[in-house]
């Protein structure tokens, strides 16, 4: 895809999309870090149903860590791989606690340091509570990008930085939740629904589907 592709890429997805923001709902920095923890290998609905009571409950890592690991998996045991997410996150708040004066650090190698966060964690902080202009991959970012074209990688961090060099600056910043969004109700892992897709002419996969599944010629 050159230059001038991903240029109407991004403008057309911005047309539809002009203020593109995270589907997990938090109030804080830190509320977004523990739902951001949990929402690995979870669905953004499950956790926000998790979240809504929690952070109703415990809205600070002062109150989170005074719950106990027990405690915290009672709010968060409908979702995937809870026991280890409570373990992470309870350690996250104390760490917190006694390296950051209980506020969520701005740098990326402190986030990181922090159970439970990894480099994809740190990017969807770093970019939607801190406004870096970061690019966090996860399954659905990987998608779109192999799959159009726009930055092809064979791992998470090789399409991550495949992307940093190729989305237009004036982009950038929400690049992000553009292409999250895109994989997630449009570009979908086994039924992408090509007919209603936005830059499906800009797109270099070559099985485009019509709406009742049969490729496109």
Known sequence: MNIQQRQQLFARLRAANPEPTTELEYGTTFQLLIAVILSA????????????KLFADAPTPQAMLALGEAGLAAYINRIG?????ARNVTA??????????????????????????????????LNTAFGEATIAV??????VANRSGLAPGKTPLAVERQLLKRVPEEF???????????GRYVCKARKPECWRCDIADLCAWPAKTDPFGAQLR
């Open 41 to 52: 290998q979870a669905t953004d609905k499950s956790v926000n149903l998790a979240t809504r």
């Open 92 to 125: 996250t708040c104390r760490q917190l606690i006694e390296l950051h004066g209980g506020e969520v650090p701005s740098a990326r190698a402190a986030l990181e340091a922090l159970p439970g966060v990894g480099r994809k964690t740190a990017n969807v902080v």
């Open 172 to 182: 950038l910043q929400s690049a992000h939740h553009w292409l999250i969004l895109h």
């Open 81 to 85: 791989l809870y026991p280890g997410k």
């Open 138 to 143: 996860d399954t659905h970012i990987f998608r």
